[in-house]
Structures are given as C-alpha cells and as structure tokens.
C-alpha cells in the first residue's frame, strides 16, 4: 500500500513569499502531524490535524497554517518566508486519534529561503 | 515536560559489530516507544514500535527493549553492515498530546568496511 507522500520535494523561495506544502497520508489514516527539521533545532512539532480539525499547535509564529481536507490530505502553509524558515518539513500519518498510534512519515519537503 | 535524550551522539563501528543505542525520558507515563531511522536530506523510517506493556520488539536484526520504571529504552543492532550507517531517533508521544511525538536529538551511526 502507498505511503506517505509529500509534495513537492523541494522548494526554494525568497524572503517574504508564501509557500504551501502538501501531505497526503496512508490510506485510511485520519491523523496528519507536520514537524521542522533543521540541524540545530531537531525535530520541532508544527501541528496536528485529526477529521479536519487541528487538534494540537507547536510554539511556531501565526505564520505557519495549516488545514486538512476531507479525504485527510493536509497542506502547510507559511506566509512572509525568512531566512530561519530554510528547513526539511516532514508529514507524519497516524491511523488513529490517541497516543498509542504508530506514526509514518514521508520523505519531506527541503526547503531554502535566499 | 517530557525531554528525551539518546546516548552516544555519534558512533564509529566495523562492519559485523553488535551495537546497542540508547534512549532516555523524562517522564514514565508513556504509551509507547517509536524507534525511527533517518538517512540523510530523507524522511523518517519506522523501525519499531514497542508498547509500554512490552519488554521487547524484535524485527530481523533489531531489538528495542523498553524500561518505563527507569525510562529507558535501548536498541540493538546485530551483526551490523555498512547500509546500517544512518541517523537513529527514538520518539515517545506527549501523554494527552494525541499523535504529538516528543523526539530525542538522534545517535547518528557508521558502520565502516
């Protein structure tokens, strides 16, 4: 069965653009997280979405939105683009609702801001 | 808060070595524990997931054990190979956090020819 898949791979935009990434998780899974990885900071949570409703919220600026879809597919979206903002997302896909679901992530997007 | 921290940052073995990565946190009343592998510029690969009721989780040449009492997990490579060679992170989820995941900051390992 097909994974997560995640679109596009990479990006690379300029300061102050808008960007919006997409998730599409395993089929029949309700629960999209999305994570910021860089190399200083490590694995940051962004968000979760669960039946179309944001469930929980990481520590990031207003700039970063999400949503997600009826058929569970989620987009990111991050507004007035920094530097800071240069970074791999990752989109995870959970089955379920609750805290003992395994989670799958995808390949990620990479993405520069000059 | 739950913190998570893996032991050794970074390790250098020969090929064939059994190895053990460990994986401690914070806070015991955990659900269970994800081990991922990370290649780099890639996304995370599920290796296991060992839930709190279990000791152990065995999948081909891995062993992930799990103490909650001591908050500790550890897993072991046997006879490792040169494709081993990856970033390994553990993750527990936050308790009332849904599918949050707390991470450790990784053990990024080299099996060498």
């Known amino acids: 069965k097909a994974g997560v898949t995640q679109t596009p791979r990479y990006l690379i935009k300029t300061r102050g653009q808008q960007v919006t990434l997409s998730c599409s998780p395993i089929?029949?899974?309700?629960?999209v997280s999305w994570y910021q990885q860089t190399p200083g900071q490590g694995l940051q949570f962004l968000f979760e979405?669960?039946?179309?409703?944001?469930?929980n919220k990481g520590n990031f600026p207003g700039r970063f939105s999400g949503r997600q879809f009826s058929n569970s597919r989620s987009e990111m979206n991050v507004s007035t683009l920094e530097l800071g903002d240069s970074a791999l997302y990752l989109c995870?896909?959970?089955?379920?609702?609750?805290?003992?679901?395994?989670?799958?992530f995808g390949q990620g997007t990479r993405l520069t801001v000059v | 808060k739950q913190e998570v921290t893996q032991i050794p940052a970074a390790l250098s073995v020969p090929e064939g070595e059994n190895l053990v990565l460990n994986c401690s946190f914070t806070?015991?009343?955990?659900?269970?524990l994800q081990w991922f592998r990370q290649d780099p510029g890639k996304g995370l690969t599920s290796l296991l997931l060992?839930?709190?009721?279990?000791r152990e989780q065995t999948s081909g040449r891995l062993n992930a054990s799990l103490d909650k009492s001591s908050g500790r997990s550890t897993l072991y490579i046997a006879a490792s190979q040169p494709g081993d060679s990856a970033t390994y992170l553990c993750?527990?989820?936050?308790?009332?956090?849904?599918?949050?995941?707390?991470f450790g900051t990784g053990t990024q390992l080299k099996v060498e020819l």
């Open positions: 995870a896909s959970s089955l379920g609702a609750g805290e003992n679901t395994e989670a799958f």
């Open positions: 089929s029949g899974h309700r629960s």
């Open positions: 979405y669960f039946s179309e409703t944001q469930r």
């Open positions: 806070d015991s009343a955990i659900y269970n």
């Open positions: 060992i839930q709190s009721s279990q």
């Open positions: 993750a527990v989820p936050i308790t009332g956090g849904g599918n949050k995941l707390t």
